[in-house]
């Protein structure tokens, strides 16, 4: 520190208790935030990828503020089209297009409106949960800092003046 002054060690527990809670918080953002993309017919498509392993699925759900049309495609990563799909939405309407993966890889999407505007919301679902492995991990840290702590305040030597009451 600056000025001379000693900064107190940080223990191992508050570590781990500030590791755990930044893995829950940080997942909550994650899978929280998933926020709709706007779309217009005048503006460029949509353009996006994953990583999607077999039977992992991807849902577009669009939504038209007037009368709209949707088209989304779907690339593989050796370059073939394996989803292409056409939607015709009045104003207000909303429509979900669903792709499951057949194998593991890499696939592109473009998500374009031809006429109309409006808003597009890309989920993707995994078979496994793997991204669910953040919420574990963040409550095994969170209670092995408690238990650390517990364990370093058992440690702790107790300084008294023992007094007589002469």
């Known amino acids: 520190m600056s ?24 997942g909550l953002f994650i899978h929280g935030l998933v926020s709709p993309t706007p779309l217009n017919a005048d503006a460029e498509p949509y353009s996006n990828g994953a ?5 992992d699925t991807i849902e577009f759900t669009v939504t038209a503020e007037n009368e709209s049309v949707v088209a989304v ?6 370059g073939d089209v394996v989803l292409t799909k056409s939607v015709s939405l009045l104003s207000g309407d909303s429509d979900s297009i669903y792709f499951e993966a057949d194998s593991k890889g890499f696939y592109s999407y473009t998500v374009e409106l031809t006429e109309g505007s409006g808003e597009v919301v890309v989920d993707v679902d995994r078979k496994l949960l793997i991204d669910f492995i953040i919420y574990p991990l963040g409550i095994i840290c969170v209670v092995f800092g408690f238990y650390k702590r517990k364990d370093e305040q058992m440690n702790e030597s107790i300084d ?3 007094e007589s009451n002469d």
Do not use: C
């Open 3 to 26: 000025g001379g002054g000693a900064a107190p060690v940080m223990k191992m527990s508050d570590v781990f208790l500030l590791l755990g809670v930044t893995f829950l918080v940080g």
């Open 51 to 55: 990583s999607l392993l077999k039977g």
């Open 73 to 78: 495609e779907i690339i593989d990563e050796e």
């Open 160 to 162: 008294a003046v023992l």
